[in-house]
């Protein structure tokens, strides 16, 4: 089932960049800056190894890869790399998402930081012209930032929507920040016509789920929490699922009991997802062979899977889902 998942065409939409980083460069850079950012041989061990992290140690892992890639060109570098590995596992549409990040002391302000994604990203931002994966952009509030902080992010969003962002999604330690705080952004997003993605429900918290589905978001990502009338409420929203990150974070107790099982039998949109491809150490064609094996779902419903994803990307271009079901008609075509 795995190498037919790899042979499988797939959509990515959730996949966060600095989380996507490989262990040979997260290595490479720690060894020729690790002392000068205070980062211990034990740090680098512990982002490169491969053992399960619950949620808060794996938010000290995400500061520690960010202490490593406070570089313009570095900035560029992973997410070229990123997009190369997406590519080569048969994603033919990726949306990353990242967090423009301020760091006067490397003199990089949230644009800096975005215009070294975007460079990283040329050669992806095509409509569909040529074989090549396409990817867009969306935009990451962490939790951790202020109303005023996640307002620039929005701005920038919008500045850069023909320049291939897509939408905005809040994110980061989900035991910290307020919903209110963010608030003022995701609906200044929505005003101006971009898509909203939240992580909802990766701890208990039922008045954030509740405000989170009366602002009716484009997609959700994680839901591990949600009550089945919670689910019940978000039916139409389409779901972004990551089985290994929940696994790997204590979110669920194993693949068999995950709530894509309960998601898929209700007939609800979901679409499988790597959250963390590095961090985890996964591939988008690992959790489609897990999710076959978990739920004993065949060639042909994964490819039915993989196919409706097409429904769920933020890309509003007819033109690009043209092109992607033209991926997958061909794909059919082989199958059969
Ligand atoms: C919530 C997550 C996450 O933005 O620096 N991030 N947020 N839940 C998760 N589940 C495990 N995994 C990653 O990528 C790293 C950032 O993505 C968010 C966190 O804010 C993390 O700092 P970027 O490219």
């Given amino acids: 089932m795995l190498e ?32 000068a950012v205070g980062l211990a041989r034990e740090d680098i061990l512990k982002i490169t190894e491969d053992g399960d992290r619950n949620l808060a140690e794996c938010f000290r892992l995400f500061d520690l890869i960010h202490k490593v890639t406070t570089e313009h060109t570095t900035v560029t570098r992973i997410t070229r790399e990123v997009l190369q590995d997406f590519a080569d596992d048969n994603v033919i549409y990726i949306e990353i998402r990242t ?31 040529g074989s090549k994966m396409m990817a867009r952009l969306i935009l990451s509030i962490d939790r951790r930032e202020t109303t005023e902080q996640a307002l620039a992010t929005v701005k920038l969003a919008a500045a850069y929507k023909t320049k291939g962002v897509v939408g905005i999604d809040l994110s980061g330690n989900p035991s910290i920040g307020e919903w209110a705080t963010f608030v003022p952004a995701l609906r200044k997003a929505q005003q101006q016509g971009l898509k909203v993605t939240l992580h909802a429900g990766e701890v208990t918290n039922s008045t954030e789920i509740k405000s989170m589905l009366e602002m009716q978001p ?27 990150s929940n696994l790997r974070t204590e979110s669920v107790k194993s693949y068999g009991t995950h709530h894509f099982g309960k998601i898929y039998g209700r007939g609800m949109p979901v679409v499988l997802c790597t959250d963390d491809s ?38 509003a271009s007819p033109n690009v889902r043209t092109v992607l079901k033209g991926k997958f008609s061909a794909a059919w075509m082989r199958w059969n």
Avoid: W
């Fill in 4 to 35: 037919f998942c790899q042979a499988l065409p797939k959509i990515e939409l959730h996949a966060h960049l600095n989380g996507s980083i490989r262990n040979s460069t997260i290595r490479e850079l720690a060894a020729s800056k690790g002392d």
């Fill in 99 to 129: 967090t423009p990040k301020d760091n006067a002391k490397f003199g990089i302000t949230k644009q800096s930081y975005l215009d070294s994604v975007l460079a990283g990203m040329e050669g992806y931002i095509h409509k569909g012209e």
């Fill in 218 to 244: 484009d997609r959700l990502g994680h839901v591990c929490t949600f009550t089945d009338d919670e689910l019940e409420s978000a039916r139409d929203i389409p779901i972004e699922l990551c089985p290994t």
């Fill in 278 to 315: 590095g961090v985890f150490n996964t591939t988008l064609s690992k959790e489609y062979a897990i999710v076959a094996d978990a739920f004993s779902m065949d060639e042909e419903a994964m490819l039915q899977l993989a196919s409706k994803a097409v429904d769920y990307i933020f890309d």
